[in-house]
């Protein structure tokens, strides 16, 4: 007979586990000022700090609250979020857009308000765990197709038996780096009467005109049957995230979308900062981006990635840990990714370029990540 107490005890041995394969994790508060040299936010654009967006969030706290106080559908809806909803899809180039309180919930959303019984879903392997989450939960058959890889798609839409289909993909997906073969999905969704859906969270403000992302770059914006999520918690600097289509859509997932309706609505000061933040993404921004991006790439010896984030592959996961402390002793923040983030074998520390960063600051990460990971003779 078990004692009454050991129900939990597994979770210290689940503990040790984790510990023993690297892959224990610590929150580290940060302080409001440090001597260090983020490069493992996403703050891809360095708006989080800019005095306009800063001054936009006081200014929204100010007129509406601390907080939402409510659902979207109750009192969670201010004149903010219509504004802000009404500047992305202008920016995008959609038709309409609904803002939730995080990207993940907006995939969350948008999954499962498109798919469910009766439904087949197309997941790209490489694809955020937002949208893997989004995908299990919509109840639809999902199949998984190898990463970036067309012609997997259009073989899984033509041998379908459900009468609707969804193809599911990141814009550029967030750890490597690399851009979604759009044109080419596009292609064989067209051909099979299915929707594709582009979560662009990594896109937003780093390729396309004036940021618009990569829809917006291959001519895909605003398509009757494309679809695209998106984060506000990165280019923009801020909180939030919105799904974005045909008005139709929007209705429906106010009706439906449980992570909308059930859910209290994005905090006035996040909204605000998010429409300050969108008026200040512009070409200028984006190509100081893409010029660091390039410059820290080719100090690594590295290929440029076609987003601002650089992945350098050190396989197991206490290398990769090893190696971020290093880099951290020295001055310099990166990222670090580990199973699940990444299949096993493939931990990395992930770079990710700022356009605020100055040409001193990329020198001093390359020659840091450079010393960690290619030590000279002690």
Known sequence: MRVVGDALDWLQDAARDRDRAGLHRVLRARPPAEDVLDLASNDYLGLARHPQVVAAAVEAVRAYGAGATGSRLVTGSTRLHDELEQALADRIGAASALVF???????????????????????????HASLVDACRLSRARVQVVPHADPAAVEAVLAGRTEERALVVTDAIFSV?????????????????????????????????????????????????????????????????GAVLGPAALRGHLVDTARAFIFDTGLAPAAVGAALAALTLVDDARVTSLRRKAVALAEGLGCLPTAGAVLPLVLGGAAAAVAAQRACEQQGVRVGCF?????????????LTARSDLTDLDVARAVQVVRSVLRPGPA
Do not use: F, I, M
């Open 176 to 240: 490597d780096g690399d851009l979604a073969p759009l044109p080419a999905l596009h292609e064989a969704v067209r051909r099979h009467g299915a929707v594709l859906l582009v979560d662009e969270a990594h896109a937003l403000g780093v390729v396309g005109p004036a940021g618009a992302g990569a829809c917006a770059a291959v001519g895909l914006a605003g398509q009757a049957d494309v679809v695209t999520t998106l984060t506000l918690s990165k280019s923009l600097g801020s909180q939030g």
């Open 338 to 350: 580990r199973p699940p983030s990444v299949p096993a074998g493939r931990s990395c520390l992930r």
């Open 101 to 127: 309180s995080s990207g993940y919930l907006a995939n969350l959303g948008a999954v499962c308000g498109l798919a469910g019984a009766g439904t087949l879903v197309v997941s790209d392997a490489g694809n």
